[in-house]
């Protein structure tokens, strides 16, 4: 299974992003997916999740109301849509497809994961 992440980049603080992670083939459509983020010389966090089961989404508190994360099954992608966006935002954004149809928020819950894309929110 391989991961395409994309739609990272260079904004500004307020700006918004949308990022996409599309997987090779159908075994995502039963799984979970998720986003997670690490910063220099920072450890990987979790950023959103969803589950496979429509409705099932989960946010690490510094991106609640502000990230959103969907998925269309049908083109085996999965979003984050990134609005209001500030430096501490500033990150190489990881998708990743969990082990089950749950949506983890810790990282052993995910079995693939995508190369990355680097957002960098300037102040």
């Known amino acids: 299974v391989q991961l395409q992440a994309s739609g990272g980049g260079l904004v500004q603080a307020g700006d918004s992003l949308r990022l996409s992670c599309t997987t090779s083939?159908?075994?995502?459509?039963?799984?979970?997916m998720g986003w997670f983020r690490q910063a220099p010389g920072k450890e990987r966090e979790f950023v959103a999740a969803i589950s496979w089961r429509p409705g099932g989404t989960y946010y690490a508190d510094s991106v609640k109301g502000r990230f959103t994360i969907s998925r269309d099954i049908a083109k085996n992608t999965v979003y984050l849509q990134m609005n209001s966006l500030k430096p501490e935002d500033t990150a190489v954004y990881y998708c990743?497809?969990?082990?089950?149809?749950?949506?983890?928020?810790?990282?052993?819950?995910?079995?693939?994961w995508g190369q990355g894309t680097l957002v960098t929110v300037s102040s």
């Open positions: 990743a497809v969990a082990r089950s149809s749950a949506a983890p928020t810790n990282a052993d819950g995910y079995q693939y």
């Open positions: 083939r159908r075994t995502s459509s039963n799984n979970g």
